[in-house]
């Protein structure tokens, strides 16, 4: 089964002040379309991490070097970390609609 992985909402980074919360546009538009398609959190292992790094989870599945969000991974450890191909390919091989 493929892994989603997306950013928690109502993140901080203390680089931009601690009072202030951040979501990522990328990670909110996969969660639109997980909204669009529920079904999608059958067809997909979707998963959740913290914006600060590192990320445990990811690097565990495809290294330290590669634990951007959002990313999609495949049981044979190779991975799309391109918001629009990630949306390609959910069109293609989980039969939701185009975007127009």
Do not use: W
């Not at 203390?14 to 997980?34: H, M, T, V, W």
């Not at 914006?51 to 990313?71: D, H, K, T």
């Amino acid at each position: 089964m493929e892994k989603l992985f997306l950013i928690k909402p109502d993140f901080q980074d203390i680089k931009q002040g601690a009072d202030i919360k951040f979501f990522c546009p990328n990670c909110a538009l996969l969660e639109g379309l997980l909204s669009f398609y529920p079904r999608l959190r059958n067809e997909l292992q979707v998963n959740y991490v913290d914006f600060a790094r590192p990320r445990p989870a990811i690097i565990e599945l495809i290294g330290e070097a590669n634990q951007s969000c959002p990313v999609l991974i495949f049981e044979d450890g190779t991975f799309i970390n391109e918001p629009e191909d990630i949306v390609r390919y959910l069109i293609k091989n989980h039969n939701i609609g185009h975007a127009h």
